[in-house]
C-alpha cells in the first residue's frame, strides 16, 4: 500500500524543502496543500480518516508546516481534534523547520555536556521558533535556560509562552548592546546561537572571556555567522576549549532526524510528533 503525506501549510504555498525530504523520507504520494487555515483542517484530516479501513491507516500521515510555528500549533490542535479513534493517522509539526532544527541542536548539547541538570544555558535570540524550542527542551533536561531578546516585552512574551508550552522556567534577559554581553553570557556552560540569518550576535573576544563556556553551536548558515571563530562545517571542534557546532554541523543531523520523522509516521496510525517526541527520536539516533 502506497504511504500517503497529507501536507497542511500555514504559508501561501506549501514548501518545496519538506515535499523534497518528505519523498526521500519514504512518502510515495503528497497531497499539499497551502494557506491552510485552522477551519480547513478537519475536513481535510476527515479525507484521511475515513477511506482507509483501520489495518491501513498507518500508510497514511499527515505533515504540518509553513513559517509561522504559532499558526503551525492551530493547525495541529486542529488536527488531532479532528481524529478518534480507532479512526487516527500520524500528525508531525515541523513550521519552518523550527522542531527539527532545535532538537538536532539540542541533542548535539545532550552529546556534549552529558547531565544538563543546573547548567546555565544562554539563547541568543531565543524568541524565534528554534530558540523557544530549543530552550523548552533544554529546560526539561534540568538545564538553568537564560533566552535573550533586544526588546523586554518580546523575551517576556516568549518566556511566558516556553513555560507554559513546556511546563518549565525559563528566564529572559534584554540584549540590545554588545556590552551587555559579558553579564549576560557570565557562568555559562553552553551558549546557542538562534539569531536570525547573517546576524553576528556574539564575538569571538566576547565569549572567548567565558572560562566556564564547555559548548557553543550557531545556528545561522549565512555570513556573518552568528559565533564569530565557529565555522559553519564544526561539528564538535574544540574551539579555544569549546566544543563547537556550526549550523551545517548540526543541519546535517537535522536533515536526517526530519527523514525518520517521516519515516516514523508511516509506522504507526497514533503518533503526534511534536518538539518532545522528536527528540525522543533523535535520543535514539544519537545513541
Ligand atoms: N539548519 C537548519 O535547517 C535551520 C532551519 C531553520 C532555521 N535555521 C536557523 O536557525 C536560526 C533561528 O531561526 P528562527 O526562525 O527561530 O529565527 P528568527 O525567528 O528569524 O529570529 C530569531 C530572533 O532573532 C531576533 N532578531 C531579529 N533580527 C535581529 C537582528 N537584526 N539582530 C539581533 N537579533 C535579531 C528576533 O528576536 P527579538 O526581536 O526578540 O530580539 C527574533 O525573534 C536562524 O539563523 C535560521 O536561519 C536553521
Redesign the pocket.
Known sequence: MRNLLLQLDSSRQASVFDQVVAYDGGADEIMSYGGVTPEDVRDLVHGCMFTRGPRDLRHTAVWIGGNNMSQGEQLLAMAVDAMFPPLTVSVMLDS???N??AV?AVVKIEQAVGDLKGRKVVIL????????RAAGLLARDGANVTI????PE??EK?RQFISARFNVQVEATT?SDPSQLAQVLDGAEVLL?????G?Q?VSRAAWGAVKTLKVAVD????PPL?IEGIGVDDAGEQRGGVTAYG??G??NF??KLHKRCVARLFERNDQVLDAEAIADIAREMAR
Open positions: 519552518n523547520g523550527s527539527t532544527t538536532a535570540a531565543g524568541t524565534g521558533p528554534v530558540g523557544q535573550t531578546s533586544r526588546k518580546q523575551g516568549a540584549l546561537n538562534s539569531g536570525p540569518a546576524v550576535m545556528l545561522n548558515a549565512v552568528g549550523a551545517f548540526v543541519g537535522k536533515t
